[in-house]
């Protein structure tokens, strides 16, 4: 349960940081994508809980066995290309797409929340597998395992946030919209923040 607790004390702090405190205090340096507040529901908050419980027993599966860097940086291409495939399977199938994806495509323009706000079974095969299935194919140790669903976890949130800075202001902090333009076009940008399989499909969105 130690790994639940901090993985979902970790979400709180991290999407109260982006969708309530930067917006408030840094507004004047913002570009907002728009300005109303998306409230939790109870179905955020079930699929993060559900979400970190499973991500507590992953991570402790290989225990303190010895992982290369390169292993943890393996898990990136497995995780891009499931998602990419998976997530395009639920536009294109118009029955999954209705009974299920739609529930995340409520928000036009989501916050970083938005990433839990998704029917159970897509929580699982979208959120979750692209994550575990890396890790169980690369053998990543307790350490490793942890830092990638962390990692997974920040792009999700991120990909998802409704503002960002204009890149004279602080560059390094420049989030595009990507994924928020595949919110408003749901036939363009199936990738979450990886561009590459977007761009050799025919499916990314125009500057």
Not at 94 to 118: E, N, T
Not at 159 to 185: E, M, R
Request: hydrophobic letters at 50%; glycine letters at 2%; one cysteine or more.
């Amino acid at each position: 349960m130690l790994w639940f607790l901090l993985f979902t004390a970790f979400d709180v702090a991290l999407i109260t940081l982006l969708d309530v405190v930067i917006p408030q205090r840094a507004n004047k340096y913002l570009t907002f994508h728009h300005n109303k507040y998306i409230p939790w529901t109870p179905l955020m908050v079930f699929n993060m809980c559900y979400t970190n419980l499973l991500f507590d027993w992953t991570v402790d599966i290989y225990g303190d066995q010895e992982t290369a860097w390169w292993q943890f940086l393996a898990c990136t291409p497995i995780t891009s290309v499931m998602f990419y495939f998976i997530h395009r399977e639920l536009h294109r199938t118009p029955i999954v797409y209705r009974q299920i994806h739609s529930v995340h495509h409520q928000f036009s323009h989501p916050q970083a929340k938005v990433v839990y706000q998704a029917h159970v079974l897509e929580q699982f095969i979208l959120n979750i597998l692209p994550v575990y299935v890396p890790i169980m194919i690369m053998g990543l140790n307790t350490a490793w395992a942890t830092a990638y669903v962390t990692f997974a976890h920040i792009n999700g949130f991120l990909a998802h946030i409704n503002w960002y800075y204009p890149q004279a202001v602080w560059a390094p902090l420049v989030f595009d919209d990507f994924h928020l333009k595949h919110h408003v076009d749901r036939q363009v940008n199936f990738g979450l923040s990886d561009r590459h399989l977007d761009y050799y499909a025919n499916t990314l969105a125009s500057p």
